[in-house]
């Protein structure tokens, strides 16, 4: 297997690719990305925790203009993944609204998005529809 | 107790394309404007809060003093998203409340028009070597790979999450509000656009992020207002007329995000206008129900049904069924956003926080012409700077 490099740094590669949260060690608040302490209970001590692979859709748009560059139409949710909130694309689905609905069970997936000149692939991530 | 706060003068320019004017010259008119309206002169002011977030370096306030007089009174130039202006009034509000002078003025001025999507940028290609970087360790752009950074994509998913939780929504009702605002502003001079659009015109525009079509969207534009505040103690000081045409300024409060679950996920909208509403109507001692007419930030048709709630201008979970009833139009039970809004009056990003309390000073002034509420007595702005920062001003007519 080629190297790999994942988008985001709370995005873990290897056999079962899973998203990680930042959760603060006092009050159990989570977040994504690096942390100088916690928002809610000013606690500075977090430890990582894995994110299930499967949540719900709670809300979407379908983005049809964007920034240049960027391929349009998509759609960006925020799917609820066992009470954390996590922020994607909805991938593997048609970006209609008589497709994507309020509710649908999704599965996170992983993809590459491209090889940089050393070789290395870098991985994306997305929810994608339930069976 | 504090004395009361008053608005003496106050003004908006025209809203729209303004190639021949430059940042200067709009903030310069709506400080003017202001000035004379008030029956003051730059030598009254004791304190600036100034607002403009696209004009580039050096501070607009200092820019402006040279324009408009010298007078070496301190200026706190302020930046709080589409919450400046209102930033500025509140640090005019509060110098004059804390006693520290009995005049303030406060402007914000933007030069938008032309301007196409805010926020995102464009995506760079990607880059030749895969380098985390920032506090998530991006190798590459974000936006449009973990879902959207622009504006009309975040609020519609704002919108749809509201519908999502307590039903009824769905794209024609959101257009509805729409039709509502470009309607409104038919009897706005100084709106950007001045056109009714029927609920066809607005569903078959432009998608931009669904559910919000192009008119569906805050209108950029340029445009300034400007506002004169003095203390009661000052107020007794000057004509009757002045004092006639004062607004009180029952109400003036700024809020951020309290820590939620989701918060720094998708902006959450609501705690903080909620909040800021309910410190709001506390300070003023009047309640909803009161309200002659409501400016809301409409950035985007699903963002005004939202606020519906977060202000109380309805139950709980109730913003569609308060659109249905009628309530919002100019002949409803709350008029919300007579001047036609964001989607039609039109957003000068720093300008809308002082643009919005004008709007509402005309109408209880009676000076609304065309467009008048009728006997309007008590009056609420409100804006939201994405971030957050939400601004709620209560308004009377003097007594």
Same mark, same amino acid.
């Given at each position: ?22 959760? /603060? ?17 000013? %606690? ?60 649908? $069970?999704?599965?996170?997936? !992983? ?21 | ?7 003496? %003068? ?6 729209? $394309? ?71 009034? @509140? ?53 449009? @790979? ?15 999450? *509201? ?29 950007? *656009? ?5 609920? $066809? ?8 992020? *669904? ?22 103690? $000052?107020?007794? #000081? ?9 607004? #009180?300024?029952?109400?003036?409060? =700024? ?17 903080? !206008?909620? +909040? ?14 009161? =309200? ?31 659109? +249905? ?11 919300? +956003? ?6 039609? #009056? ?9 643009? +919005?309390?004008?709007?509402? /000073? ?8 065309? @467009?008048?509420?009728?006997?309007? #007595? ?12 939400? %601004? ?8």
């Amino acid at each position: 297997m080629a190297d790999q490099i994942p988008l985001v740094d709370y995005l873990v590669l290897g056999d079962n690719p899973h998203l990680v949260a930042r959760e /603060c060690e006092q009050c159990g608040s989570r977040y994504f990305g690096r942390r100088n302490a916690c928002a809610g209970c000013f %606690g500075t001590e977090f430890k990582t925790v894995r994110i299930p692979d499967e949540g719900t859709l709670e809300t979407f748009t379908i983005v049809a203009q964007a920034a240049p560059g960027i391929p349009v139409p998509f759609v960006s949710g925020v799917i609820d993944v066992d009470g954390t909130a996590v922020r994607a694309n909805v991938v593997n689905v048609e970006p209609n609204p008589d497709k994507v609905t309020m509710g649908m $069970k999704l599965r996170l997936t !992983t993809f590459p998005i491209g090889v940089d000149e050393a070789g290395v692939e870098a991985i994306s991530f997305g929810y994608e529809p339930v069976g | 107790m504090s004395e009361d706060i008053w608005i003496l %003068g106050i003004h908006m320019t025209k809203f729209g $394309k303004h190639p021949d004017k430059d940042t200067l010259d709009l903030a310069s008119e709506a400080v003017m404007g202001a000035l004379a309206d008030g029956g003051v002169t730059m030598k009254d002011i004791g304190v600036m809060g100034a607002g403009n977030l696209m004009g580039g370096a050096g501070g607009i306030g200092q820019q402006l003093q040279k324009q408009v007089g010298q007078t070496g009174i301190p200026v706190y130039n302020v930046a709080n998203a589409c919450a400046t202006g209102a930033t500025a009034l @509140r640090v005019a509000a509060m110098a004059v409340k804390a006693g520290e002078v009995d005049c303030g003025l406060a402007v914000g001025v933007e030069k938008l028009a032309g301007a196409g999507l805010l926020a995102g940028g464009s995506r760079a290609d990607n880059s030749k070597n895969w380098t985390p970087q920032g506090r998530q360790g991006a190798v590459a752009a974000l936006d449009g @790979r973990v879902g959207t950074d622009t504006m009309p994509g975040v609020f519609a998913q704002i919108g749809m999450e *509201y519908g999502h939780r307590y039903g009824g929504t769905s794209f024609e009702l959101f257009a509805r509000i729409s039709e509502k605002n470009h309607s409104h502003s038919t009897l706005n001079p100084l709106a950007s *656009y001045q056109k009714k659009m029927s609920l $066809k015109e607005i569903m078959g525009d432009v998608m931009i992020a *669904y559910p919000n079509t192009r008119p569906m969207c805050s209108a950029n534009c340029d445009g300034a207002a400007a506002a004169v505040v003095v203390s009661d103690s $000052k107020l007794k #000081k000057l004509s009757a007329e002045q004092r006639r045409r004062a607004v #009180k300024i029952s109400a003036s409060i =700024l809020t951020t995000d309290p820590w939620e679950d989701a918060c720094q996920v998708l902006p959450n909208v609501n705690t903080l !206008t909620r +909040n800021a509403a309910r410190q709001a109507y506390e300070q003023a001692s009047v309640g909803p129900e009161d =309200l002659d007419l409501v400016e809301l930030h409409d950035c985007f048709a699903t963002a005004e049904l939202v606020h519906y709630d977060n202000l109380m201008l309805c139950e709980e979970g109730g913003a569609v069924d308060f659109f +249905n009833s009628g309530a919002p139009w100019r002949d409803g039970k709350t008029p919300v +956003n007579v001047s036609g809004g964001l989607e039609s #009056k039109g957003h000068p990003i720093s300008a809308t926080g002082i643009a +919005n309390i004008w709007e509402v /000073c005309t109408h209880l002034r009676g000076e609304g012409g065309a @467009r008048q509420i009728e006997g309007a #007595k008590v009056g609420l702005a409100h804006v939201i700077g994405l971030g957050n920062a939400c %601004g709620v001003h209560i308004l009377e007519k003097a007594a």
